[in-house]
């Protein structure tokens, strides 16, 4: 089964320092990955995604993260954080359950941002 | 361009009573899904439809059920809200079943089982 461990609940960056939001996956084959970002009191918002094309995956926002299949890592990174980064960051694998896309999310990563 | 949409935001209920959350898309994506957020948990998923009239359970689907009449439509019934149901609940949608398409998430629906 596949599975996604978010290594840090919490980070805090001062604003215009770099962001680093780690994940590691688990997967019995070549995985598609998503980073999902979420407001307070928004919805999930689509970040980037990796489908086996290239490893470095740009998204929007500034936003960037690489795919190790060595490290079976995806970190997101920026290079500078905005005050507006401030939200709580999913990783998600994504798997072939009976018959349809099972996503898997981690367990989340609270991003502050201070002045 | 709404997009999807779910009704209401927020609801607060009494244990046993029965409540519906409604969820409303306008892409005309083939599936849908349910989840719930609870702290430490990330995203679960409830149950999913593959198109009207089709639906499946997910992870945790006991206390729950859902219908599919038609394709841009996806409610989720709770027939007797317990506590251990307060929870955030989000829908989301998505054009096919491979592995690398997105889903996407509507707002969310806040709810309390007093």
């Known amino acids: 089964a596949q599975s996604v461990t978010q290594l840090d609940s919490h980070v805090s960056v001062s604003e215009g320092t770099p962001v680093l939001l780690r994940c590691n996956y688990s997967?019995?084959?070549?995985?598609?990955l998503f980073w999902y970002v979420q407001h307070p009191n928004k919805g999930l918002q689509l970040l980037l995604k990796?489908?086996?094309?290239?490893?470095l995956v740009k998204g929007i926002n500034g936003f960037e993260a690489e795919f190790k299949k060595s490290e079976t890592s995806f970190h997101l990174t920026k290079p500078s954080a905005h005050m507006s980064d401030a939200a709580e960051y999913f990783c998600?694998?994504?798997?072939?359950?009976?018959?349809?896309?099972?996503?898997?999310f981690g367990t989340g990563t609270r991003l502050l941002v201070s002045p | 361009d709404a997009g999807i949409t779910q009704s209401p935001r927020y609801k607060i209920t009494e244990t046993g009573r029965q409540v519906t959350l409604m969820c409303h898309q306008t892409w005309s994506h083939s599936y849908m899904f349910w989840y719930r957020q609870d702290l430490g948990h990330g995203l679960r998923l409830i149950y999913y439809?593959?198109?009207?009239?089709?639906?499946d359970k997910g992870e945790v689907p006991d206390g729950y059920v859902v219908s599919r009449s038609k394709t841009e439509n996806f409610p989720l019934t709770l027939e007797s809200a317990t506590r251990s149901q307060t929870s955030v609940y989000f829908c989301?949608?998505?054009?096919?079943?491979?592995?690398?398409?997105?889903?996407?998430f509507g707002p969310g629906t806040r709810l309390t089982v007093l």
């Open positions: 997967s019995s084959y070549s995985p598609s």
């Open positions: 998600v694998v994504s798997d072939m359950g009976s018959g349809f896309q099972k996503l898997v």
């Open positions: 439809s593959a198109a009207a009239d089709i639906t």
């Open positions: 989301a949608s998505s054009t096919s079943r491979w592995v690398s398409d997105t889903q996407y």
């Open positions: 990796y489908t086996s094309a290239a490893t």
